[in-house]
C-alpha cells in the first residue's frame, strides 16, 4: 500500500534575476522587470511531495511533526524572510524557480523517513515550478 | 484520445487518531493532538481522477451526473457529517487520511464507466494525499 | 536537470452541449441542463505544463515573457469573452470541455521553446480536465 | 446578541452586455468584448448575508436548511446554467453584474427568517459587486 | 490614519449540535445531520478585524507578534485538535458556529494594543459567520 | 440604486521594515525578522471598492476598463516588481502595509468616475489591511 502525501510550507523572499554572464542590456533583455537592480519579492509555497508504504500499525507513511522539525530548521529558518540572492546557493546561480525547485530538492533529499518524490513551488498564484530530479522517466504532471 | 477528468467532493467528519496496538504514552508519542481522546475534525477534499477514451460523439470521458450519484451514494452518504472511526471501514484501521484515501480508492473503483487513476485528499489547506492503487509503476505527481 | 514549469491563463466563455448527431430527447438525456438552447458559461482556467533544460546561464526553462505572448496570441485572443459553439474548432464537435482541452494542447504544440507536457483546464472549481496527448506511457496524475 | 451569517451559492450562466438604447459602435465603445453578439459566461459565486438575534436555545441566527431551500427554487433553479439575458428580469435591463446583485437582493428580501444585510456577487476571481438595497446610511465595506 | 487589519488563524474542531431544552426528534428536526450523536468535524478560519491609528514611527496599528502570541495562548492552545462540546463556554451553550463567533470576540477583547473591530469564522468554504459586539450601529458587512 | 464594485490588482515586490528614528537594537525589537537588511518580498493584491449610482442605461457603477487603466499607470506601473523602499512616497515612512494602504488611497482619490469606499490590501493569505480615508463613521467591515 504505497501512499503519497504532500505538505505546504510558506515563506516570503526577494530576489532579482541578473547574471554577470551577461552585460546590463543583455540582462534586461532576458530577465525583463525581474532585473530590477533594487529587487522585488513573492511569497512563496513550496508543496514537498513524499512517497512510501503505509505503516499498518500507524497508517502512515511518515510522521508529518518530524516532517515539519526538518522543513523548519532546513527550509523556513534558511529562506524566510530573507534576499534569495544573498543566500550561499544562489551565489554563482540566478535565483530564479527552476533553481529554487531544484535547491530545495536537493535539502528534502536529506528527510529519510520517506522517498521524496518531487517539489513543487508557486511563485504566484499562476506561475509554479517542479523539479522530481534527474529521471529518464517522464514524470506524470510534476 | 485518452484524457483524465478530476471531480472534488467535498465532506466534513470529525476522527481520532489512535491504535490499540500501542499504550496511552505510545499513542500520545506517535499521534501527539490528533490523539486527543475526544477527537477533532476536518473539512475534506477528495479528488476523483478518471481516465478514458473521449467518446467521439459526446466529447466526454464520462457522464458527471453518473458519477455524481455514484459519489453521493457511496462517499457522501456514507462519511459527511460522521466520525471516521465508528464507520466500519475504520474498526481495525487508524483514521488517518492515508488510510481514509485508500478506503475511497476502493470504493471508486466500483464506479464502472471510466478507469480510476487516483484519490486525491486535501485534509487541510497545507495537507494532502494521494492514492493510485497498488502500481510498479512510479507515478507522476499523485 | 529538467524542470517543469505551469503557467495559468484565465477566460470566459460561453458554450451550449449538443450534437446533431442525436435528437432533442437524446441531447437533454445525455446532456441535462448543459443542452439549454440559450447556452450558459464558465471562468475557465487553463493551466500549461511545460517541461525543459534548467539552462545553467540563465536558470530558465524558457521565458514567460515569450510563453505569454504566445498565449495572448493563439488562447486568449481566440478564446476570451466568445462562445465556444460560434468557433471553428467546435463547428463538428461538442465544445466539452475534454475536447476544449484537446484543442489547447493542439494549440500549444506550436510553442517551441520547452516541450509540451500537458493542458489542464478548469470549468469551474470542483471539475478539470488534462490532456496529455497520445501516449502508451500511463501519465502519472495529469 | 446580533450575529450575520453569510452564504456562498454558485451558478454558472452565459450573458451579452448589450442596450437598445445605443447604437452598435456606442454598444461596443461602453462594452468592448463583452458586448459580442453570441455572448460569453462566467462562474457566479453568490455570497448572501443576513443578520439577526442568536436564538439562545440553539444558537443559530436562523436555519441554514430553510435557506438553501430558498436559495435552490428562487436563485439556482432561475438562474443555474441559463442565459441571463432570456431571462424575464432583464427584458429590459443591461445583465451588469451590478444589475444582477440587485436583482438578487429583490429576491433575498423574500427570506424572512433573518433580515437580508447585503448581496455580494463574484464575477470572476478579480471582480465583485455589492448591493445592501437602498439606505442613507454609508455601508461599510459592502 | 485609522487603518484596520485582519489576521486569520486556523484550526481543526470537532463538534455536535444538540441541545437539552429539546428531545431526540426536536433536536433532529432541528439540527439535522449536524445532530449526529458521535459528532463531525471542520477546519476553522478565524479573521481577526482590529483597528487603530497608524504610529506615525513605526507605521503599524500594532505589533503583529504580540497578536499572534495571545492569539496562540488564547486560541489556538484552547480550541485546535479540540472537540469543541467539551470545552467550558460550551457546556450550556450550542457549539454552533454563531456562539463560536461571540465566545472568540470575547476573547480577544482581552487583547489590548488595538481596538477589536469583529471576528470572521469560516466553517466551510461556504458558510461564515461574524460577530461585532453589541451595538447599535447596523454594520457594513461585517 | 447605489452599488459597490471591487477589483482586484495584483504586483510583487520586496521591502525592509526599518526606521532612522531608532538605533539597530531597537528595529529588530520592532520589526523582528522583517527589518533582515537584505529585504524580503510579497506577492501583494490590492483590492479597490468603489461605490456609484448604477446608470439606468448601462447598468455600470463606472466602466472597468477605465479603472483597470487607471491602476496600470498609477499603481501597477509604479510598484510591481520594485523595492518598496526605493520609491518616493517610502522615502520618509516604513513601508509596512499600512502605510501601503494608505499611499494606494490616496493614488485611486485620483479616479473620478465613482467614489473611493475603500483599499484593501493581502500582504499574505492571512495578512490583511484596509483603510477608508479619514472619517468619523466607525466602518463596517472594511
Redo the contacts between chains.
Sequence with gaps: ??????????F????R?H?D??DAAQNFA?????N?P??????YTVQV?LSGQ?NP?????C???ELDEFAQTNLLDRF????L??LDCFAN????T??L??EIHRIFQGFEAAHL??I?VEE????????AG??D??????
Excluded: W
Design positions: 500500500m504505497k501512499a503519497h502525501l504532500s505538505r505546504r510550507y510558506h516570503s523572499a526577494s530576489h534575476l547574471t554572464a551577461y532576458v530577465f525583463g522587470k525581474c530590477n533594487h529587487g522585488h519579492g513573492h511569497n511531495t503505509v500499525v500507524t497508517g502512515m507513511v510522521d508529518l511533526a524566510d524572510h530573507t534576499n540572492n544573498t546561480k540566478v535565483s530564479t527552476e533553481n525547485s531544484i518524490e518531487q513543487h504566484t498564484s499562476n506561475n509554479s515550478f517542479d523539479y534527474e529521471t522517466l517522464a514524470p506524470g504532471r510534476i
